[in-house]
């Protein structure tokens, strides 16, 4: 049938955003340096994700320090860390959830209508998983442009956008369209139909008149 190649190339692009989710959010490559300047030699980059930043210097090996509290955390830096653990931990269950729903699987035996609902949940949570990173990486692009086109911004405090960010839109790309075909074979399931045939029963009643046939008299003729 059709549809097993569809649900294979579903859980692979579902593997490689959950793979991806799993990269952004250690990845401390969310901001780097932003070179404004017209210097050709760079003597400093510096990188700044969920959880650490990183400066990588000239002849001296990267150092990377962790924040400390979070009391002192941006909003936005908080709330990018909440939404993208939440965002490995569904694509974790929606990559199992398939798993389980598939046709080469038995752990729910033959019935048809039960895989399909257990793939329209798998790419439900696909889709909301890829929703999810969108909000948090959108949001700090969103910060780094404005902070990039603003002249208070003094121009060592401008940043970029970084790898992370651009794998996060790829990975938010491949949850969508993953759960897309998922959520696409709940339509394309045979579901049991129940056929009522109406049927309208003619008593008819036919009537037949027996006319009795009468042989002709024979009138004896004086």
């Excluded at 990975?171 to 399931?189: D, E, T």
């Amino acid at each position: 049938m059709a549809s097993w190649p569809l649900q294979i190339t579903g859980l692979i692009l579902g593997g490689i955003g959950m793979i991806g989710t799993f990269a952004i959010t250690a990845m401390p490559q969310w901001r780097v340096s932003a070179f404004t300047e017209g210097n050709i030699v760079v003597f400093e980059n510096i990188w700044e994700g969920l959880w650490m930043n990183c400066i990588y210097q000239v002849n001296i090996k990267m150092q990377c320090k962790f924040y400390g509290t979070v009391l002192v955390l941006p909003p936005i830096l908080e709330v990018s860390r909440g939404l993208m653990c939440f965002a490995v931990i569904l694509s974790v269950v929606a990559f199992l959830t398939a798993i389980i729903g598939m046709k080469c699987t038995v752990c729910v035996g033959d019935n048809k209508q039960v895989r399909s609902n257990i793939l329209l949940a798998a790419g439900i949570i696909f889709i909301l998983t890829g929703i999810l990173i969108l909000i948090p990486v959108s949001w700090t692009a969103s910060n780094i442009i404005g902070d990039f086109y603003n002249p208070a911004v003094h121009a060592g405090l401008k940043r970029d956008l970084g790898a992370a960010l651009y794998l996060g839109w790829m990975s938010s790309a491949f949850l969508l369209i993953g759960g897309a075909l998922f959520c696409s074979f709940y339509r394309c399931a045979d579901k049991p139909r129940t056929w009522r045939y109406s049927s309208h029963s003619c008593h008819r009643t036919h009537k037949f008149e027996h006319v009795e046939m009468k042989p002709p008299t024979k009138h004896a003729y004086v």
